[in-house]
């Protein structure tokens, strides 16, 4: 019979299934992993990248439960968010019947797979008791002052009065309809992510050669911790009256270069800017352009060209008593540090590049060969009085105490990371639980009163929040005073959602309905052992979902500090050169695979073209050689004998034998290493195959028998379904099980070495191939020792794996 992969992939698949191969045991005795690879958006369809992640992941989850762990490996679909909306509006379909239909359709896909999930654990974050859970989540987190409403800058798009990510904004304008986005002042939902800065910060050193480098620091920059110097320069007398402020306050990492200001930057929302404006000191043009300014996202400002204006009015150096002149430039954030720059264009690009533009001094006061811009933070001090000569590092130290001493200036810590706004005015998410009441202000809903629903009769036009418009449904009762009141029509970011999703796999699915999560469970199950996803998620999902799970910790349902023990970030599937999107149309679709190869060929394929870090080209060849490679697998063990096992000797076996099955040995050894810590799968399908091309000009069934045995165990956990069958067919074996590795297989045989002296053949011996060169050529003397008698040896010649020969006098 020929390979069809279609026949032998459903047969598992039922079998798997019917058996609940799968299942995570409830023994908590037993050694536990816990492989979980990031969960789908229910897009519509599973593309490669998902087939990537999901294969790394399933090859793990199969190894350790073949090596006997307990092995948890769930899945769940991350299924709040804005494409649903979209979709609604553009198919006329309800956002929820559009997100169940693809789940159910992608849980298809996948399990055609063979991926081993839990089928008792599937989720999906917008289920009724996901929510009301994560809503009793969030309101302990804000009876624990960790959640909190502020007014804050967003993004607005006036045509649609809608709030929009800053994803949404495209060259300042509404991704949607093309109107001018403004910055607007909203109240929100905050959560106080900055609580927990300096741990989030610290416990990166936990995760240390176990996550990817690149991701640590990412997260550290996010995060940004930096150490300088704040202090005060006066504004010269003529400017207090203008400015209404007697003085302003700067940031600086930098406070050896203290000499070197040539002006003072500040951001276009600085108080000072704002008096100027109030009292109209500035010409029309350039009062417009700081509001313009003032409406460009962060992003924008970070990335827009270099503008600024002089503002008229001058501050006081603080130890050089000079006059500096006030400017504003775009580039300056007014939530960093004090809002304002000392500017030193000599030693920083930035502000290099705008005192060229704009013509201003650049003063040197660091010493350098090298041209300005300098920005090293190395060298000796110049035009900087009495701290000329001494190294920058020093005199930073000595400015800030003077300054410090003369109480004009302090050190301090500035972060970046800011608190997280999780306000989002859409209806496809998890409606904020909490009441606007007039008499008793914002008031969480009653935790009886869970979960806070959506209403299903809405209108979704992409203008204004559906929940908001509702006739009926924001109506309540406040929890407190008992008047009418207001729900909050606002929902969660769907990062939320996603941010103890591990968590609650790890909770008793049996106690889903009842609780957050139950400790017993989590406690057993909890941290994930190896976390596979997108290197997208570098940053907001693993950073949101470290701080969640420091969050349940400090309420008392877990314990570990850190969510995820191991992170492997794989890397892209691409398609000539690019990445696969619909938009290039260079998209393959797995279905299509699957249908005319099967999910083993498909599943062989992605581990063996790339290591899983690296980025992965698709190349058509190489999905045909995989099926090939099965196809062949699968036909040399039609001819394996089935009726008995035969027994299988080392010392009975002839040189090809004995390196093909050491071939077959020293791939079983790599699958451990290669499971177990470096996940390069390619290098250990490529020991399968070595071994099976040496095996091919072996001719001993014995052989033949255990080899198979053993690659078809290797192999299980990337290509299960023709594994399964084939161990079932031959061995009558239905399970893996760790096998080990055998010694005698790796004792290469002994050597023959024949000892000449003077050329002439003296004695002939047996060495072990291990021995090194040194007992070899004792073990050569002591053979010919006789001959040797009276004589020096005036050379040794070695030929390596065959002669001694020895020169004598
Ligand atoms: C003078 C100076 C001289 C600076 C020099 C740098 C180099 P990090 O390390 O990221 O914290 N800065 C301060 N507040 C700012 C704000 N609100 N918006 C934009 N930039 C701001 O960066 C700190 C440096 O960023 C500070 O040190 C300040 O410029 C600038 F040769 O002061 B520095
Ligand atoms: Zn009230």
Known sequence: MAYK??????????????????EPKDDFTLAKKYILSMFPYPSGRIHMGHVRNYTIGDALARYYRKIGFNVLHPIGFDSFGMPAENAAIKHKIHPKTWTYENIAYMKKELFSLGFSFSKRKILATSDPFYTKFEQELFIKMFEKGLIYTKEAKVNWCEQDQTVLANEQVEDGKCWRCGHEVVQKKMPGYYVKITAYTEELLKDLDK??????????TMQ???????????????????????????????????????????????????????????????NEDVSDRIKAMQNQSPRERQ????EGYFLGIYAIHPLSKEKIPLWVANFVLADYGSGAVMAVPAHDERDFDF????????????QTQKPLPYTQKSGKLINSEEFNELDCNEARLKIISKLEAQNIGKKVVNFKIRDWGVSRQRYWGAPIPMVKCQNCGIVPQKLENLPIVLPQDVQITGEGNPLDKHPTWKICICPKCGQQA?????????????????????SDEKTWEEKVLDKKSVSYWMNVDQYVGGIEHAILHLLYARFFQKVLRDLGYLTQDEPFNRLLTQGMVLKDGAKMSKSKGNVVDPDEIIKKYGADTARLFILFAAPPAKELEWNDDALEGAYRFIAKLYDRAQKIRKDKLLELKQENLNKEEKYARLKVYEALKKSFEVYEQSFAFNTLIAACMEALNALASCNNEALEQEAFYIILNILEPIIPHVCFELSKELFDCKNF????????????????LVVSINGKKRAEFEVLSTASKEEIM????????????????????????KLVNLVVK
Not at 245 to 261: C, K, P
Not at 486 to 506: G, N, P
């Open 207 to 216: 995760l240390k050669d176990k996550w990817p480098n690149q991701v640590l």
């Open 220 to 282: 550290e920059n996010w995060i940004g911790k930096s150490e300088g110097l704040e202090f005060c320069l006066n504004l010269d007398e003529e400017s207090k009256q203008k400015a209404c402020a007697d003085s302003l306050e700067v940031f600086t990492t930098r406070a050896d270069t203290i000499y070197g200001i040539s002006y003072i930057a500040l951001a276009p929302e600085h108080p000072i800017i704002q008096n100027l404006l109030i009292k109209a000191y500035l």
């Open 486 to 506: 207001q729900k909050e029509s606002d929902t969660l970011d769907t990062f939320f959602e996603s941010s103890w999703y591990f968590a609650r796999f790890a």
């Open 5 to 22: 992969a279609s026949l032998i992939e459903a047969k598992w698949q039922k079998i798997w299934d019917e058996e609940e191969y799968f």
């Open 737 to 752: 099980v760790k096998l080990n590795l055998k010694e005698e297989v790796f004792i290469k045989d002994n050597l023959s």
């Open 355 to 366: 005192a060229q533009k704009y013509n201003l001094a650049i003063k040197q006061v660091i």
């Open 303 to 306: 990335s827009a060209l270099k």
């Open 778 to 801: 004792m073990l050569a003397k002591e053979n010919v020792s006789k001959w040797l008698e009276g004589k020096t040896i005036i050379k040794e010649i070695y030929v390596e794996a």
